[in-house]
């Protein structure tokens, strides 16, 4: 159970970065095009 627990705080982890990483790009992005 603890490694589904660690492995669910990673996956958690890893999309809340892709998102942030994704609203970064997008903001500098788009002033650019």
């Known amino acids: 159970m603890h490694i ?3 492995m ?3 996956a958690v982890t890893i999309f809340t970065c892709g998102v942030f990483v ?3 790009v997008i903001v500098v992005i ?3 095009s």
């Open 22 to 24: 994704a609203m970064i």
């Open 30 to 32: 788009r002033p650019l």
């Open 8 to 10: 669910m705080v990673i």
């Open 4 to 6: 589904v627990n660690t």
